[in-house]
């Protein structure tokens, strides 16, 4: 058995292209669902997997998210002086106080893999750690997904990636894992192939944005040689890893993911989280049904 997961690294260094004008001025992580940014349901999934220390890869042009974990003094002050105390909660619950942010730049956007090697030094290399990408927001309330590949990956004493069964048509926008069934919802990892034709895929199981990963990744992605665009790919240290016989699960997570990558993606996360809202369902279903 391994060490638990204490540590999660959060890549948000991207641009948000896909929503411009809106990401000219607001971080991607930052849009909103309902009330609530993309940012916070990633970290609050960390921290229900046992994270108290977060580590934000960022560039240097991007302080929103700090800026929204950090103390707002004179909000918070006029909301105390105001009696609202359920905003005031609100407000300051962002953070919880055992967590700790920590906010490290990537000088220059090199890929996945290269913005995880720059959490290196908070991270080390002697213990486990968790990868969340925000763009993929995965909905269980009960037992988030990272908290799910944090037990196996404990008690398997093995790296945990996370996946999901995508239509066979569509195995050409992911990572593929070629796994070995190993009873319940995971699975060996024997290969991973990029982006394969749906006649090529070993599989339908297609790699989304969570992992846990033990910390010689880290050894292994300064080992990683830069692909086209010369970006370092967090694919090709694991594959690494698998063949220096490190082991490494596929997982299907319980829950419901959403890639609010795209706008569609963002869309079907709000209305869902509407439809769980008391207040906002019955106005979702009624704008639902016009013609």
């Not at 906010?103 to 996945?112: D, I, K, M, R, W």
Request: hydrophobic share 45%; charged share 25%; aromatic share 6%.
């Amino acid at each position: 058995m391994s060490k638990p997961l204490r540590k999660v690294v959060f890549p948000v260094a991207g641009l948000g292209t896909r929503f411009l004008p809106a990401t000219k001025a607001v971080a991607k992580e930052m849009l909103p669902v309902l009330d609530r940014p993309l940012i916070q349901y990633a970290v609050d999934e960390a921290v229900d997997a046992g994270a108290d220390t977060l580590v934000f890869v960022t560039n240097r042009y991007k302080h929103a998210i700090a800026d929204y974990f950090d103390k707002a003094y004179e909000l918070e002050a006029k909301l105390e002086e105001k009696g609202k105390e359920d905003l005031l909660a609100q407000v300051q619950g962002t953070l919880p106080k055992h967590v700790r942010a920590i906010f490290v730049t990537q000088p220059e956007a090199l890929g996945l893999g290269h913005a995880v090697l720059c959490a290196r030094p908070v991270i080390g290399d002697d213990e486990p750690f968790g990868i969340v990408l925000p763009d993929d927001l995965i909905w269980n309330p009960a037992r988030g997904a990272l908290r799910q590949m944090a037990e196996l990956a404990e008690a398997e004493n093995a790296g945990v990636i996370a996946v999901e069964e995508v239509p066979p048509e569509d195995t050409d926008k992911y990572g593929i894992v070629d796994a070995e069934a190993t009873g319940g919802r995971s699975a060996r990892i024997r290969n991973m192939v990029e982006k394969p034709k749906p006649a090529e895929a070993p599989s339908n199981l297609a790699v989304v944005g969570r992992y846990v990963l033990p910390g010689r990744i880290f050894r292994l992605l300064e080992e990683t040689r830069p692909g086209a665009g010369g970006e370092i790919q967090l694919t090709d240290a694991i594959e690494s890893l698998i063949g220096e016989q490190g082991k490494v699960l596929a997982y299907r997570f319980e829950g419901i993911r959403f890639d609010c990558g795209n706008k569609a993606g963002l869309v079907r996360a709000t209305m869902h989280m509407a439809l769980q809202d008391p207040k906002l369902a019955p106005i979702v279903r009624e704008y639902a049904a016009r013609p």
